[in-house]
């Protein structure tokens, strides 16, 4: 609980300096995005699912910011069967017009990978690509970094112990507008330290229903190389959310 109160501390302070400097019309205005969706079931099987995102972007002359609270709950006949939470927040310095300089903190708390949590900082090198193509984007960062894992208190006792290692982070992102409102996104990341390795993608189409409503569908997977006894290497998500835009 007091990680969680942390970070949306941080988050409360953020959107205050972006206001204060709004004021000063240094700032251009806050972008905001939230993603629900939400799926009920009764009868022979009483399951309930939610899976939230939200995301808070804004810059101040050279300097770009941004936060990012994702996060799944499942539970099926009273128990709960799942539940995730992973922040990323990151600070960008514009070099130039395609490049910049990244500095990025994540933390995850996942109570069924059998890891209490893992945390890492990364300090990465960054550029946009396709910049002819109005229609296509594509963003790579490249750094290194530090991750911090943490394992349950019941499976230390067993055969694995919490770990520090130093790590290589590299990730990609490509946008790609099918239509006027419709919008293709993917995203890579490979995380790999000398203890473990993590890979993420995550695959969407979004189409634009109003102004500022839209219909999401994901496909997210996630591959941990080292994980405690018992537990799956590789988790996967199949979601389709509302996502409004202010």
Known sequence: MSTHRSLLTLLFWMMICNDLAAEEGETRPVTTEVELG??????????????????????RKQWEYGFLVDGLRSSQNGVLAAQRFYYVGNANYQLDVTSFIQSRLAHEDDRFSGYDSQSDFTLSYGRSLLGRHPKMNLTYEAGIGYRISRIKERLSQVSFNDFDEAMFRLAGEYEWDLSNSAQFEQTLSVETGIETSIFRSESSIEAQILDNLALRLSIFAKHQTVVPAGRKNTDTETAVTFVMNF
């Open 38 to 59: 939400a799926v009920n079931t009764s009868g022979n099987t009483d399951a309930q699912s939610i899976n939230f995102r939200g995301e808070v972007d804004w810059s």
